[in-house]
C-alpha cells in the first residue's frame, strides 16, 4: 500500500470491523466504553493497556481517521482535533509554554496570525514573525528560547510557496522541529515530512474533508525528532498528572508517539478541544477522493489562471504552477504534480471594480471559506481584512484590486464563462 490514493482507501481500516464486518468505516457515536474488569480498566488509566475510555480523549471514529492522516502524511500517529485552528495551537502548546518563543512565518492564515499575534503571547509564548520568503530570516530571529519553526506551506494571501527544506535545516541545526501548515496542499500535492518538517498541521474543514460541510482539524508528527535533548522540558521532564513519566524518555518501543501522545493526554485531555466522531467520519469520507479532487482543483486552478492571465480586465494573476510566477520553481519542487485550485488576481478599476465583479458572479459563492467541492470568491479588502486601515492592509499585502478564488470541481468551461461574465459587467 504505497501510494497515496490507495491509502486514502484503506489505511487505518484496512480489515473489516470484527464484529459487524462492516465495509465502510464505521461511525461510533458514544461518549465512553465498558471496561472488562476493574484490572482492565486500572490498566487503561495507567497506560499499561492502550485502549478505550472515554471520546474526548479518543474514539474508534477518530482513530481510523487519524491512522489514515498518519500514513497519508508518512508519519508516525496523529491526533485529530475540533478545528485547525485548535491543531496549530496544540502543536504549540505542546511544546512550548511562558517564557518560551516561537519563530513564525507572517504570511499565515488569518485566524492562525491573531492566534500568534494575540493569544500566545497573553499566555507568555512571545512569536516572532519573519518574511518567510528568505530562510535566512528565520535564522536571525532564533534565540536560545525557541522551541519551534512554523510556516505554511502555502502562504495568504498571495500563494506564496516556502522553502521547507532550507527551513527544516535552520530549524534543526538550533535543535528544534519544523511545524508546517499543510492544509492548502494536503498531502496528495505535498508532503512536508518528507521535505524535512517535523509536525504538521492540517485543517479537515478544506480540502481534505473537501465537501465544505464540517469543521475539523489534526496533528501529525514525524515521531523521528529527537525530544530527549532537554530542548523541550515539556516533553522531556517528569510529567506530574502521569506519575512523574516523561514522554520523551520513559516510552522504550512507543517513543515515535512522545509528541502525540502527550498532545493526547496532556491539552487534549485537559482543555478538550476533540473532534465528533460525526466531523472525523465525514472527513474520511473526503479523503477517500482525495488524489482525484485534488488532481481537479490543480487543473481548474491552473486553467483558471491562464484565462486571467490573457484578460483584458485582469492586471496581475497568480497561482503557483504559472510558469513565470514568483513561485514557480518552489512549485515544481515542493508540488510537482499540481499546486490547487487558489488562485489571486487584480482586477483593473480596484475596489469598486472587486466588489462589482464578485456580486455578478453567478456559479461561484461569494463566502468566506476555501477548499471546497463549489467554486468559491471573494474580496479581501472589502471583507475579510476590512477592519484594517488602508495601511494595515496594504502591509499585509492585501491591495484593493486583490480577489481571491478558490476553484472548485465544476467543469472548467462553466467556471471560465461565469468569470468572463463577470468581469465583463466592469
Ligand atoms: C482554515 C485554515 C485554518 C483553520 O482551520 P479551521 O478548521 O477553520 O479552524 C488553518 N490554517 C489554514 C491554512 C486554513 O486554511
Known sequence: MSNIETKCLHAGYEQADATTKAHAAPLYRTTSYRFDSTEHANNLFTLKELGNIYTRLMNPTTDILEQRVAALDGGAAALGLASGTSAAFYSIINLAQKGDEIVSANNLYGGTYTQFNDILPSMGIKVNFVDPLDPQNFEKAITANTKA?????????????????????????????????????????????????????????????????????????????????????????????????????????????????????????????????????????GIETLP?????????????????????????????????????????????????????????????AGRKFIENLNLFSHLANVGD????????????????????????????????????????????????????SI
Open 149 to 285: 519553526v512554523y510556516c505554511e506551506v502555502v502562504g495568504n494571501p498571495l500563494l506564496d510557496l516556502v522553502d521547507l527544506e532550507a527551513i527544516g535545516d535552520i530549524a534543526h541545526s538550533h535543535g528544534i522541529p519544523l511545524i508546517v501548515d499543510a492544509t492548502f496542499s494536503t498531502p496528495a500535492l505535498c508532503r512536508p515530512l518528507e521535505h524535512n518538517a517535523d509536525i504538521v498541521v492540517h485543517s479537515l474543514t478544506k480540502w481534505l474533508g473537501g465537501h465544505g460541510a464540517i469543521i475539523g482539524g489534526i496533528v501529525v508528527d514525524s515521531g523521528k525528532f529527537d525530544w530527549t535533548t532537554g530542548k523541550h522540558p515539556l516533553l522531556s521532564d517528569p510529567e506530574p498528572s502521569y506519575w512523574n513519566t516523561s514522554f520523551a524518555n520513559d516510552l522504550g518501543d512507543l517513543s515515535p508517539l512522545a509528541y502525540i501522545l502527550r498532545m493526547r493526554l496532556i491539552p487534549l485531555r485537559n482543555l478538550g478541544a476533540c473532534i465528533s466522531p460525526d466531523n472525523a467520519w465525514q472527513a474520511i469520507q
Open 292 to 352: 482525484l479532487r485534488m488532481e481537479r482543483h490543480s487543473f481548474n486552478g491552473i486553467e483558471t489562471a491562464k484565462f486571467l492571465q490573457n484578460h483584458p480586465k485582469v492586471e496581475w494573476v497568480r497561482h503557483p504552477s504559472l510558469p513565470g510566477d514568483d513561485c514557480y520553481e518552489l512549485a515544481q519542487k515542493y508540488m510537482p504534480h499540481g499546486s490547487g485550485g487558489m488562485v489571486v488576481f487584480g482586477i483593473r478599476g480596484g475596489a469598486e
Open 373 to 424: 467541492a463549489r467554486s468559491l470568491a471573494i474580496h479581501p479588502a472589502s471583507t475579510t481584512h476590512s477592519q484594517l486601515s488602508e495601511e494595515q492592509q496594504l502591509n499585509a499585502r492585501i491591495t484593493p484590486d486583490l480577489v481571491r478564488l478558490s476553484v472548485g470541481l465544476e467543469h472548467i468551461d462553466d467556471i471560465k464563462k461565469d468569470i468572463d461574465e463577470a468581469l465583463s
